[in-house]
């Protein structure tokens, strides 16, 4: 199933990357993120929301995306062919692309396999 998805996964963080990060609160938004992500769900694509955010705070971010025109198909869980192809639900959320706030790319971590 992996292999003949014709679908990229983007896995997306609330706090600080779809908005400013102003916790408790929703800060203002990050326009060209959400538009970005519109259009690739658009296109067919899936939007996985992955954020720390639970309970009442939770549905309040997935009501403010809803108002922004941005829906997910799937929400702090992975999506169900991948649980399917996979054969567990693993605390991790399969995505090709993670949108993060947090997310950094420093030289020093990039480090090459070594060829067998």
Do not use: Q
């Not at 649980?83 to 990039?110: H, L, P, Q, T």
Request: net charge negative.
């Amino acid at each position: 199933m992996s292999e003949n998805r014709r679908y990229t996964i983007y896995a997306v963080d609330f706090d600080g990357t779809l908005c400013e990060s102003v916790w408790p609160g929703i800060g203002s938004p990050n326009t060209a993120l959400i538009n970005h992500l519109i259009i690739r769900r658009n296109e067919g694509n899936k939007i996985v929301l992955w954020t720390c955010r639970c309970g009442n705070r939770l549905e309040e971010a997935v009501s403010w995306c809803r108002g922004f025109d941005l829906e997910f198909d799937a929400v702090n869980e992975n999506l169900p062919e991948m649980v399917e192809f996979y054969g567990n639900d693993s605390r991790k959320i399969f995505a090709d692309v993670y949108i993060d706030d947090k997310a950094k790319i420093k030289a020093r971590y990039c480090i090459p396999f070594k060829a067998v």
